[in-house]
């Protein structure tokens, strides 16, 4: 249960609070990319509250907020080439969301060697 709580806050970081300026600039710029992670990484700070303790939850949102930078570094230059292309870029933007839910997990499972 406490994983799905997780997963949530991560739907909530990467796509409701996901402005279309964020979306569309990040592979891009720097600026809205960082934006975008900062967002994201405070979402799940807040939610990972109720799951950790302060000192795990705040390993736990900084360690997954520099693994969706990196992973969003990647992704989102790859699906912007691929704009155009939806049975390309569809797979790509799976296979973002497919490295994000496996790092969350394996963050997840091993949240006691996270402590800030």
């Given at each position: ?21 964020m ?47 990196i ?9 912007a080439?691929?704009?155009e ?24 499972i091993?949240?006691?060697?996270l402590a800030?």
């Amino acid at each position: 249960m406490n994983f799905l709580v997780l997963l949530a806050a991560h739907w909530v970081g990467d796509f409701l609070l996901q402005s279309r300026k964020m979306a569309v600039e990040k592979h891009k710029s720097l600026k809205w990319l960082l934006f975008h992670v900062v967002t994201y990484t405070f979402v799940v700070l807040v939610i990972s509250q109720f799951v950790f303790s302060w000192q795990v939850g705040l390993g736990y949102a900084v360690f997954n907020g520099a693994l969706h930078l990196i992973t969003d570094f990647f992704t989102s230059k790859l699906a912007a080439k691929f704009n155009e292309k939806p049975r390309i870029f569809y797979p790509i933007l799976g296979f973002d969301q497919l490295v994000h839910t496996a790092c969350l997990y394996w963050t997840f499972i091993n949240a006691d060697v996270l402590a800030l």
